[in-house]
């Protein structure tokens, strides 16, 4: 396939749509929120371009409800919203774990609890991407801290979606979706543009959840000879109701396994300056730019600060998390919430000091605000 | 009865839709679901479909359950919400038959807005909805096509809320078919989901149920027979219903077609509207089916 780059000036929303299309993704379903509703505008436009559909829905469950269905028919689907659809989505993100859907779902985070400040910034959906829709279950989150990570990461997350057969979350935050940068624009990868994992048995054989090694089962759309089945409730290989023990827990542990046997491929984190850091600045999202700022101005103060950015936030990085505040003598973590990450920074590192910079009035956290938790550290 | 009896040939066609395996069912004895499931293959039969074109989503509650006894594909999804799973199934394969089981709690409960705008929308969903008239899955309380006044298991003295007409409220939010039969009337409940399923845009077909472990044991129906007895006297063909008093028509059920529309459903309002951007000098890229 022939790379065409082409290099523009966008915002982050519209980053995301482009690399949702990019990805192959031909459908939406939403119900505009600030900060997201750029994502529904431009889908209105482009995919009557593409040959693709969008459905301005009544709320956030139909919208995650017509998606789930969307991928059922075969079709790459995502949503856009802000936390307060997001919370509305929860249930039937349970169902596309639970059926196998792939999808995206895109959270462009704002404040809250409840409509709290409506338009402005946050980072505090962290557990709700997490442990939002009930049950045990798996879930893959990503951050990103640039356009062009809006770009990027959304055709990842696709990606992830049809290899895991899983949802995906696009966990960004508002300063990311309403930020203009340079992007560069690559023509969509093979795999991008590849659909899941289609069934290639015997006809009149298909299982539709009978999964391969890798816990992931394949895929057949209605309309071939083999029926498609996709079943909320309790299911085996057949996608029939099987409630049994022994069922119930190889079908919860498999769902739970396929995502987490692989964390290690999964999980994206990136370094800067953490070679020799006693400070280990842990950070995602905006508040990742204003991290390395922060770090680069304490090492002109001689401090050694280093930063681990989550671009993975689900499966959380442990392995990378552990490795980086291992060699610290000190853990800053800044985030727009009282300390969601912090969280799970502490679980995995039991050693260093953990400082929070904690910001939930609506502001993005400055570099000087960082920097001095930095310096604190040492004192 | 013995087999011999029984008519050979196409009208048998309906064994193919239904996964005889599965079967006896897990309804309890004297509930109308039988009915209705047995009206919707037989349907599909006498329609020439086959189980590959037909795409059922199921909601949660009682009939709900159905897809387990159905051989074509099957989305059986959160209680609520079909009509939004069936929307993305229909809109990206407008080529298949795509069937929204659901009950009264289903539909006109905690789905009651994704009902209304399903109809507004005309989105070419086919509505199969079994109203008995309570939540029978979960024990029999109240539902929000309780009649006022019935009792239930949280409406012991009585339901102090008026129940909904569903069949109403889909015809006037806009749906091209509505019609509303009982499990009494079977054979007219077949030709009406025949007649939905042929009827472009959004269709629904209300179907009054027998829930005789629960609705009909605390209203003085003792026996499924009592239920259907019940369904039978108290429905009222909307022709014969057009001359009666609001008061004469209280106890009653009508039922009939109420809409038969040919307006155009979403998908063809949608690639109109395609058609309208490219005439605008809008570069689209044609339609791949199931892109």
Not at chain 1, 179 to 185: I, Q, S, T, Y
Request: proline share 5%; hydrophobic share 40%.
């Amino acid at each position: 396939m022939t790379q065409v780059r082409d290099t523009r000036y966008m915002q982050g929303n519209e980053a995301i749509a482009e690399g949702a299309f990019a990805a192959g993704a031909r459908f939406f379903a939403g119900y505009p929120i600030t900060p997201s509703s750029e994502i529904a505008e431009i889908c209105s436009r482009r995919l009557l371009e593409l040959g693709g559909v969008y459905m301005q829905m009544e709320d956030e469950i139909a919208s995650m409800g017509a998606i789930i269905g969307a991928s059922f028919a075969g079709v790459k689907a995502f949503t856009a919203t802000s936390g307060p659809g997001f919370s509305l989505m929860q249930e039937n993100i349970g169902l596309a774990i639970m059926t196998e859907m792939p999808c995206v779902i895109v959270n462009i985070q704002r404040s809250g609890p409840s409509t709290g400040l409506a338009t402005k910034p946050a980072q505090a959906d962290v557990m709700q991407a997490r442990w939002g829709t009930h049950g045990d279950h798996a879930i893959i989150a990503l951050c990103p801290t640039s356009v062009q990570d809006c770009y990027d990461l959304t055709i990842t997350a696709f990606d992830y979606a049809e290899r895991f057969r899983s949802p995906v979350v696009l966990l960004a935050d508002e300063i990311v979706g309403h930020m203009r940068e340079r992007v560069v624009l690559g023509a969509p990868t093979a795999q991008a543009a590849t659909r899941r994992k289609p069934y290639d048995g015997e006809p009149g054989k298909y299982m539709p959840y009978l999964a391969g090694d890798d816990g992931v089962p394949s895929f057949a759309p209605p309309g071939l000879a083999d029926l498609g089945r996709a079943n909320s409730s309790m299911h085996d290989e057949t996608g029939f109701a099987n409630n049994t023990p022994d069922n119930a827990t190889r079908v919860i542990r498999r769902l739970y396994d396929k995502v987490y046997r692989a964390a290690g491929e999964i999980c994206l984190t990136r370094e800067y300056m953490t070679g020799d850091c006693d400070v280990a600045v842990v950070s995602f999202g905006a508040t990742a730019r204003a991290a390395r700022a922060a770090a680069m101005a304490a090492r002109e103060e001689g401090i050694k600060a280093g930063c681990l950015t989550i671009v993975t936030m689900w499966p959380f990085p442990d392995v990378a998390v552990t490795r980086v505040c291992g060699r610290a003598k000190a853990i800053v973590v800044p985030e727009m919430n009282l300390g969601q990450v912090a969280g799970e920074v502490r679980r995995v590192s039991c050693g260093p000091r953990i400082v929070g910079v904690n910001k939930v009035n609506g502001e993005g956290i400055r570099p000087v605000e960082i920097l001095e938790a930095i310096r604190g550290t040492l004192s | 009865m013995t087999e011999s009896k029984a008519p050979r040939g196409a009208n048998r066609a309906y064994k193919r839709f239904l996964l005889q395996r599965a079967l006896p069912h897990f309804w309890c004895p004297g509930c109308g679901n039988g009915v209705v499931l047995g009206a919707i293959v037989r349907a599909l039969a006498s329609l020439g479909l086959s189980p590959s074109q037909v795409v059922v989503v199921t909601g949660i509650g009682c009939w709900g359950k159905a897809d387990d006894y159905l051989n074509v594909n099957a989305l059986h999804g959160t209680h609520g919400r079909a009509l939004p799973l069936a929307t993305g199934v229909k809109v990206n394969r407008p080529d298949l038959t795509v069937l929204a089981l659901m009950g009264d709690g289903d539909c006109a409960t905690i789905g009651g807005n994704h009902l209304l705008h399903s109809a507004r929308r005309n989105i070419g969903v086919k509505a199969i909805v079994v109203n008995n008239l309570n939540y029978g899955m979960t024990g029999g309380q109240y539902s929000s096509t309780t009649p006022g006044d019935k009792i239930t298991s949280t409406s012991p003295f009585g339901d102090p809320e008026r129940g909904l007409d569903i069949a109403g409220v889909a015809a006037v939010a806009g749906a091209n078919y509505v019609a509303r039969s009982t499990v009494y009337h079977a054979a007219q409940t077949e030709t009406y989901i025949k007649e939905a399923i042929t009827a472009p845009g959004f269709g629904l077909v209300e179907v009054l149920s027998t829930c005789p472990t629960y609705f009909g044991r605390l209203n003085s129906m003792r026996t499924a027979v009592e239920s259907m007895n019940w369904l039978k006297s108290a429905a009222v063909t909307a022709k014969a219903a057009g001359g009666m008093s609001p008061d004469d028509l209280r106890e009653r059920i009508v039922i009939g077609r109420f809409c038969s529309r040919t307006d155009p459903d979403f998908n063809q309002r949608y690639e109109e509207i395609r058609q309208r951007a490219r005439d605008r000098g809008f570069r689209t890229r044609e339609v791949v089916s199931g892109r």
